[in-house]
């Protein structure tokens, strides 16, 4: 049956329905853990440094994220993203167990983080390349718009109930419930269909495989600037919304971990509404236009927030970011699912998770920045660079991304 809605046709597919359920479940515990494992850090070592080290390691995995699509296109992407999602789960067990033995310390934290964060950022990729293997391309922009949901109900669910549960039960009880939902996601992975032109090739030299996929977004123009576009969004702008956060609700808000899952979760709410929006025009959406214009406008809310100084400030402006975050980076990931080939999408998406190494420079840059010049001066700089970027990109590859009929708009 048909849903009545357009926006929500990608849940007519059986396949669909396992994976969006998969992802929220995993989704939520990626979102209780970094909330409650960043607040331990802040707390125990009253570190901005710490803090900024903490978010990046967990994007350490973004290096070797074309290896994971590579694995993918060779063994089928439901196969890897299952292996993931079990050692999301033992991981979390060892830390739950530590936690609750009063065993934990913020070097073990650091351990586990640097562990998880080897694999984690390869998770959205193989997300979208499930999607885009299993969903028609006239619902793509709907399908990857709803999938995103299952992350931004995540940072208002998942935040709020993970600063809960740990003022309610403590730490390691609040870990078991990480735990569960680990689990809960590995077990509906399983029910996502393996379609039949995903089935395993010969194998062949990893080297030459990546460097296929390297000229192929290299020959295309719309598909190199959303790459480039892609770092330089998670150089410029996410530091803010992710990693800084804990940093945000302590020292500049003088808040507690209850401001902080509010802060996490305006964020989410922003997000939601936006692939909420983006599911209901579906391939009437200008990919290329809509992420540049996007770009622009996220990072002149990053300027913004850098200069308010209260928490209700800042629940006013962080939805706002999270808004202009997804129409930035949904129509960015869509244009690159249309433009890969098939037999090669894997490697290509995995391509775009190292671009999200622009995260962990862009955070380990922050901590010396703000230590040095403030927290308003740093955003203002990372907004001011990130416009100057975006305006450079437009001018390089007008005709590719901004004409109504350029390739980079294809509905």
Request: charged letters at 10%; glycine letters at 12%; hydrophobic letters at 55%.
């Amino acid at each position: 049956m048909t849903p009545r809605s357009p926006a929500f046709a990608p849940f007519a597919i059986r396949s669909y329905r396992f994976q969006w359920s998969a992802d929220l479940m995993t989704s939520w515990a990626f979102e209780m853990e970094t909330l409650i494992l960043g607040w331990y850090i802040i707390v125990q070592t009253e570190s901005v440094l710490l803090v900024t080290l903490f978010g990046s390691l967990q994007f350490l995995g973004t290096l070797v994220a074309p290896l994971f699509g590579l694995l993918g296109d060779a063994i089928g992407h439901r196969r890897v993203l299952a292996a993931m999602r079990l050692s999301y789960a033992a991981i979390a067990v060892v830390l739950a167990v530590l936690a609750l033995t009063d065993s934990l310390t913020p070097l073990l934290v650091l351990v586990g983080a640097g562990i998880a964060g080897m694999i984690r950022p390869s998770d959205m990729g193989i997300r979208n390349v499930l999607i885009g293997e299993t969903m028609p391309d006239d619902r793509l922009m709907s399908a990857v718009s709803l999938s995103r949901i299952t992350t931004d109900s995540a940072r208002v669910v998942g935040a709020l109930a993970g600063a809960g549960t740990v003022l309610a039960l403590g730490m390691g009880e609040a870990y078991l419930a990480v735990v569960a939902c680990y689990l809960a996601g590995l077990a509906l992975t399983f029910g996502i269909a393996v379609p039949a032109r995903a089935a395993v090739r010969a194998a062949s030299n990893p080297l030459r495989d990546l460097a296929e996929a390297a000229r192929a977004v290299w020959q295309a123009p719309p598909q190199l600037a959303a790459m480039l576009m892609a770092f330089l969004v998670n150089l410029t702008c996410y530091p803010f919304s992710l990693g800084l956060l804990p940093y945000v609700a302590r020292d500049i808000y003088g808040g507690s971990q209850a401001s902080l899952g509010y802060l996490v979760a305006a964020v989410g709410a922003g997000s939601i509404l936006a692939s909420l929006l983006l599911s209901s025009l579906g391939s009437r959406v200008k990919s290329g236009r809509m992420m540049l214009v996007f770009s622009l406008v996220w990072h002149g809310l990053v300027m913004l927030f850098g200069q308010v100084t209260t928490l209700s400030g800042g629940l006013v402006i962080l939805p706002l970011i999270g808004v202009a975050q997804m129409l930035c980076t949904l129509p960015m990931s869509v244009l690159l699912l249309r433009g890969a080939p098939p037999g090669l999408r894997g490697r290509i998406m995995g391509m775009r998770t190292l671009a999200i190494y622009g995260l962990p420079v862009g955070l380990l840059a922050s901590g010396p920045l703000i230590g040095g010049i403030g927290f308003p001066a740093t955003t203002a700089l990372y907004g001011g660079v990130g416009m100057l970027a975006t305006l450079a990109v437009l001018v390089f590859w007008r005709r590719h991304l901004w004409p109504e009929a350029a390739p980079g708009n294809h509905g």
